[in-house]
Protein backbone atom coordinates (compact mmCIF):
# COMPACT_ATOMS: atom_id res chain seq x y z
CA UNK A 1 0.00 0.00 0.00
CA UNK A 2 1.09 3.61 -0.90
CA UNK A 3 2.06 5.26 2.21
CA UNK A 4 1.04 9.18 3.04
CA UNK A 5 2.16 11.16 -0.77
CA UNK A 6 2.61 14.85 -0.82
CA UNK A 7 3.08 17.26 -3.77
CA UNK A 8 5.15 19.30 -4.54
CA UNK A 9 8.45 18.22 -2.91
CA UNK A 10 9.87 21.90 -3.10
CA UNK A 11 8.28 25.04 -3.98
CA UNK A 12 10.31 28.07 -4.53
CA UNK A 13 8.57 31.32 -3.42
CA UNK A 14 9.05 34.77 -2.84
CA UNK A 15 7.99 37.23 -0.22
CA UNK A 16 4.08 37.99 -0.84
CA UNK A 17 3.05 35.17 -3.03
CA UNK A 18 0.63 32.79 -2.13
CA UNK A 19 1.36 28.92 -2.12
CA UNK A 20 -0.65 25.44 -2.14
CA UNK A 21 0.39 22.60 -1.09
CA UNK A 22 -1.57 18.88 -1.21
CA UNK A 23 -1.22 15.86 0.48
CA UNK A 24 -3.08 12.38 -0.01
CA UNK A 25 -3.17 10.09 3.20
CA UNK A 26 -2.83 6.21 3.51
CA UNK A 27 -6.16 4.26 2.09
CA UNK A 28 -8.48 4.25 4.78
CA UNK A 29 -7.48 7.00 7.03
CA UNK A 30 -9.96 10.06 7.69
CA UNK A 31 -7.44 12.07 9.76
CA UNK A 32 -5.38 14.45 8.36
CA UNK A 33 -2.95 16.59 10.21
CA UNK A 34 -0.31 19.50 9.06
CA UNK A 35 2.98 20.41 10.81
CA UNK A 36 5.54 23.09 9.65
CA UNK A 37 9.48 21.80 10.93
CA UNK A 38 11.96 24.73 10.53
CA UNK A 39 15.54 23.25 10.86
CA UNK A 40 17.32 22.20 13.75
CA UNK A 41 13.26 22.61 15.18
CA UNK A 42 10.89 19.43 16.35
CA UNK A 43 7.45 19.85 13.90
CA UNK A 44 4.84 22.47 15.08
CA UNK A 45 1.46 21.67 14.62
CA UNK A 46 -0.80 23.75 12.09
CA UNK A 47 -4.15 21.81 11.35
CA UNK A 48 -6.19 18.49 11.84
CA UNK A 49 -9.02 18.02 9.55
CA UNK A 50 -11.27 14.35 10.57
CA UNK A 51 -14.10 13.61 7.72
CA UNK A 52 -13.55 16.98 6.31
CA UNK A 53 -14.24 19.12 9.13
CA UNK A 54 -11.58 20.72 11.08
CA UNK A 55 -11.06 19.54 14.32
CA UNK A 56 -7.57 21.15 15.44
CA UNK A 57 -5.62 24.36 15.21
CA UNK A 58 -2.22 25.25 16.58
CA UNK A 59 -1.07 28.57 16.75
CA UNK A 60 -0.37 30.09 13.68
CA UNK A 61 -2.00 33.13 11.86
CA UNK A 62 -4.66 33.27 9.45
CA UNK A 63 -2.69 33.66 6.71
CA UNK A 64 -2.53 29.45 7.21
CA UNK A 65 -5.75 27.57 6.25
CA UNK A 66 -6.60 24.32 5.28
CA UNK A 67 -9.34 21.97 3.71
CA UNK A 68 -10.12 18.18 3.34
CA UNK A 69 -11.95 16.78 0.53
CA UNK A 70 -14.58 14.02 0.21
CA UNK A 71 -11.40 11.61 -0.45
CA UNK A 72 -9.77 12.81 2.44
CA UNK A 73 -6.98 14.32 1.03
CA UNK A 74 -6.28 18.17 1.94
CA UNK A 75 -5.04 21.28 0.94
CA UNK A 76 -2.75 23.51 2.62
CA UNK A 77 -2.77 27.29 1.78
CA UNK A 78 -0.50 30.02 2.74
CA UNK A 79 -1.18 33.59 1.65
CA UNK A 80 1.12 36.54 1.64
CA UNK A 81 4.69 34.60 2.10
CA UNK A 82 7.21 35.54 4.38
CA UNK A 83 10.78 34.80 4.63
CA UNK A 84 10.11 33.08 7.70
CA UNK A 85 7.44 30.84 6.42
CA UNK A 86 10.60 28.71 4.99
CA UNK A 87 10.08 25.17 6.45
CA UNK A 88 9.60 21.43 5.92
CA UNK A 89 5.27 21.00 5.56
CA UNK A 90 4.46 17.49 6.65
CA UNK A 91 1.32 16.28 6.32
CA UNK A 92 0.75 12.95 8.59
CA UNK A 93 -2.57 10.61 8.40
CA UNK A 94 -4.03 8.61 10.93
CA UNK A 95 -7.16 6.07 10.82
CA UNK A 96 -9.11 7.48 14.28
CA UNK A 97 -10.00 10.88 14.73
CA UNK A 98 -7.48 12.48 17.40
CA UNK A 99 -4.98 9.61 16.64
CA UNK A 100 -2.32 10.96 19.69
CA UNK A 101 0.04 8.40 19.52
CA UNK A 102 0.71 7.22 16.04
CA UNK A 103 0.77 8.85 12.98
CA UNK A 104 2.17 8.00 9.89
CA UNK A 105 4.05 10.91 8.14
CA UNK A 106 4.56 12.24 4.34
CA UNK A 107 7.62 13.17 3.09
CA UNK A 108 6.71 16.80 2.96
CA UNK A 109 7.53 19.50 0.95
CA UNK A 110 10.37 21.79 1.25
CA UNK A 111 8.95 25.23 0.78
CA UNK A 112 11.44 28.11 -0.01
CA UNK A 113 10.48 31.90 0.54
CA UNK A 114 13.13 34.47 -0.81
CA UNK B 1 2.03 25.26 28.98
CA UNK B 2 3.52 22.32 26.69
CA UNK B 3 7.49 21.64 26.91
CA UNK B 4 9.39 18.57 26.03
CA UNK B 5 13.18 18.93 27.07
CA UNK B 6 15.66 16.37 25.35
CA UNK B 7 19.54 16.74 24.51
CA UNK B 8 20.40 18.26 21.39
CA UNK B 9 23.23 15.93 20.59
CA UNK B 10 24.40 12.65 21.17
CA UNK B 11 27.57 11.11 19.86
CA UNK B 12 27.83 7.13 20.13
CA UNK B 13 30.24 4.21 18.29
CA UNK B 14 29.13 1.52 16.44
CA UNK B 15 27.77 -0.89 18.28
CA UNK B 16 27.25 0.65 21.68
CA UNK B 17 23.79 1.54 23.90
CA UNK B 18 22.75 4.97 24.27
CA UNK B 19 19.99 6.50 26.04
CA UNK B 20 18.08 9.85 24.95
CA UNK B 21 16.05 11.54 28.11
CA UNK B 22 12.86 13.20 27.24
CA UNK B 23 11.23 15.48 30.28
CA UNK B 24 7.75 16.88 29.86
CA UNK B 25 5.22 19.19 30.60
CA UNK B 26 2.08 18.58 30.24
CA UNK B 27 -1.08 19.74 31.40
CA UNK B 28 -2.92 16.36 30.67
CA UNK B 29 -0.64 13.48 30.00
CA UNK B 30 -2.01 10.57 27.60
CA UNK B 31 1.49 9.04 26.75
CA UNK B 32 5.12 9.88 25.28
CA UNK B 33 6.12 8.99 22.27
CA UNK B 34 9.47 8.57 19.89
CA UNK B 35 9.64 9.42 16.42
CA UNK B 36 13.06 8.94 14.26
CA UNK B 37 13.68 11.33 11.01
CA UNK B 38 16.58 10.98 9.07
CA UNK B 39 18.02 13.98 7.07
CA UNK B 40 15.56 14.91 4.38
CA UNK B 41 13.39 12.24 5.33
CA UNK B 42 10.15 11.92 7.34
CA UNK B 43 9.53 11.16 10.68
CA UNK B 44 8.70 8.15 11.42
CA UNK B 45 6.82 5.82 14.41
CA UNK B 46 9.37 3.99 17.11
CA UNK B 47 7.53 3.26 20.05
CA UNK B 48 4.95 4.56 22.52
CA UNK B 49 4.29 4.45 26.25
CA UNK B 50 1.26 5.09 28.00
CA UNK B 51 1.93 3.47 31.07
CA UNK B 52 5.06 3.24 33.58
CA UNK B 53 7.97 0.61 32.31
CA UNK B 54 10.02 -0.42 29.92
CA UNK B 55 8.58 -1.63 26.43
CA UNK B 56 11.15 -3.20 23.94
CA UNK B 57 10.80 -3.62 20.36
CA UNK B 58 13.91 -5.49 19.16
CA UNK B 59 16.88 -3.17 19.49
CA UNK B 60 15.05 -0.22 20.72
CA UNK B 61 13.63 0.64 24.27
CA UNK B 62 11.17 3.20 25.76
CA UNK B 63 10.45 3.49 29.12
CA UNK B 64 8.38 5.72 30.92
CA UNK B 65 8.18 7.30 34.59
CA UNK B 66 4.76 9.25 34.79
CA UNK B 67 5.84 10.54 38.33
CA UNK B 68 9.09 11.91 37.66
CA UNK B 69 7.95 13.50 33.79
CA UNK B 70 10.31 11.49 32.25
CA UNK B 71 11.34 9.13 29.53
CA UNK B 72 13.52 7.62 26.92
CA UNK B 73 14.64 5.81 24.34
CA UNK B 74 16.99 3.29 24.81
CA UNK B 75 19.13 2.11 21.15
CA UNK B 76 21.17 -0.79 21.51
CA UNK B 77 23.96 -2.23 19.16
CA UNK B 78 24.27 0.94 17.45
CA UNK B 79 24.54 0.81 13.46
CA UNK B 80 25.43 3.49 11.31
CA UNK B 81 21.90 3.84 9.86
CA UNK B 82 20.95 4.38 13.07
CA UNK B 83 22.18 7.95 12.93
CA UNK B 84 19.23 10.74 12.78
CA UNK B 85 17.51 12.61 15.11
CA UNK B 86 14.36 11.59 17.80
CA UNK B 87 11.59 13.21 18.94
CA UNK B 88 9.78 12.70 21.92
CA UNK B 89 5.95 13.62 21.80
CA UNK B 90 3.29 14.31 23.67
CA UNK B 91 -0.87 14.82 22.77
CA UNK B 92 -1.19 18.69 22.54
CA UNK B 93 -4.33 20.23 24.30
CA UNK B 94 -6.45 22.46 23.80
CA UNK B 95 -7.00 23.63 20.04
CA UNK B 96 -4.31 21.04 19.23
CA UNK B 97 -6.20 18.00 21.42
CA UNK B 98 -5.43 14.75 19.40
CA UNK B 99 -1.93 15.93 18.09
CA UNK B 100 1.51 15.34 18.85
CA UNK B 101 3.73 18.48 20.68
CA UNK B 102 7.47 17.40 19.67
CA UNK B 103 10.26 17.97 21.37
CA UNK B 104 13.28 19.86 19.68
CA UNK B 105 15.22 16.37 18.86
CA UNK B 106 18.24 14.73 19.57
CA UNK B 107 20.82 14.53 16.78
CA UNK B 108 22.49 11.55 17.05
CA UNK B 109 25.63 10.69 15.39
CA UNK B 110 27.19 7.24 15.21
CA UNK B 111 30.62 6.46 14.39
CA UNK B 112 32.30 4.12 12.90
Known amino acids: DAGVTQSPTHLIKTRGQHVTLRCSPI?????VSWYQQVLGQGPQFIFQ???????GRGNFPDRFSARQFPNYSSELNVNALLLGDSALYLC?????????????FGPGTRLTVL | GQSLEQPSEVTAVEGAIVQINCTYQ??????LSWYQQHDGGAPTFLSY????GLEETGRFSSFLSRSDSYGYLLLQELQMKDSASYFC?????????????FGKGTKLSVKP
Open chain 2, 89 to 101: AVRGDGGSQGNLI
Open chain 1, 92 to 104: ASSFRDRSYNEQF
Open chain 2, 49 to 52: NALD
Open chain 1, 49 to 55: YYEKEER
Open chain 2, 26 to 31: TSGFYG
Open chain 1, 27 to 31: SGHKS
